[in-house]
């Protein structure tokens, strides 16, 4: 391809060029800016959740499981709902330290689940609390109204990415015929 | 004709592609759309910032609220217009307000195209570079809109904001203004 048969576009650009060095420059400034590195003072911020959601875990399950037969099973649950949330927040901290970056989007996509997995627990907490006193139902509808809210950001977010999913395979199937 | 419909379209089914992966959170998507469009839009905002370093200042700006606006682009097929609007607010932003509506410089006035002939001169890169350089910023950067993405009025309308009429009339004076300017510099170079 001689230089006339270029696209007028692309000879233009080249009339008026952004240096390869400062390029570069931009180019890596902004690839940060999509996942975020961890500084030392963020890793150690996060070590701390990490480790007390794994000693939490453990301690709650084992207090869970040696408590005696006469415990109600409420109480046992209780402390497994607690054991659980604990084993989330290990889980969570523990992928980002392990990753060592912060993914917006991701992160994001995360974030509602555990929402709405939180919620639901605590929902459920309540529930059975209501269930044996009826004075506690207006925690359950409080809580009720905090799921639903939770269950439309997280409805919102995955029909979104399934949109964008679909669309996205549309386009990549109508690119390829051309390469 | 038919060629650059399709060569248009296919490049708004690259963007839409690419801002839809954005959308999702896919960073290699992010890595590519600035290597598609860090050049363009450098070029775009150096017709509007003629000082370098200012317009390299624009263009960490552009891009920074790219990236936090991306996420909310509701037609992904309109980015290129999108892209634009933000590169020529910013600019502006920069430079201080678009002066209203300047009539072209009476020189370039008295030179109009004699021939009629469209545009045989506008196929040549450097001549209309140079054009550019010599045309008021608010002729440019419609005429950049124009030579580099193609835009259509309706596009341009927007990323100028002001109504399509007025776009079409501004293209105009800015083509024939453009013309004039190449005329003027042949008639120069003839004499």
Known sequence: MTPKDRPLRDRLLDLDPLGAEQRRELQSTLAELFERRLSPRQRLGLLLPTAAGLLGAIALTALAVSEPPTTPWTTRLTLLVLALIGLFWFLACGRLLRRGSLHLVRDRNLLTSAALGFTTLQSLGFGALAARDPERLAGLLVSLLFSLLAAVAFLHQRGRASELRLREELLRARLRPAG | ?191
Request: aromatic share 8%.
């Open chain 2, 1 to 191: 004709m038919n060629d650059s419909h399709n060569q248009r379209e296919r490049e708004r089914d690259r963007n839409e592609w690419l801002c839809l992966r954005c959308q999702r959170g896919d960073r290699a998507a992010w890595n590519e759309l600035v290597e598609a469009w860090d050049r363009p839009l450098y070029y775009f905002v150096r017709r509007i910032l003629p000082d370098e370093q200012e317009a390299l200042a624009a263009l960490q700006d552009i891009w920074l609220q790219v990236f936090g606006g991306l996420a909310s682009v509701q037609d992904p097929r309109r980015l290129a217009p999108w892209l634009y609007t933000l590169a020529r607010r910013t600019a502006w932003r920069q430079r201080g307000r678009p002066p209203a509506a300047e009539p072209p410089s009476a020189e370039l006035h008295d030179h109009e195209d004699p021939s009629g002939s469209p545009f045989e001169r506008l196929d040549d890169a450097e001549a209309v570079h140079w054009a550019l350089a010599r045309l008021p910023p608010q002729q440019a950067e419609l005429l950049v809109l124009y030579f580099l993405d193609d835009l259509s009025l309706a596009e341009l309308s927007q990323v100028l904001e002001i109504p399509i009429g007025t776009a079409k009339s501004r293209l105009h004076a800015a083509r024939r203004t453009m013309r004039a300017a190449l005329h003027s510099e042949h008639d120069r170079h003839d004499s």
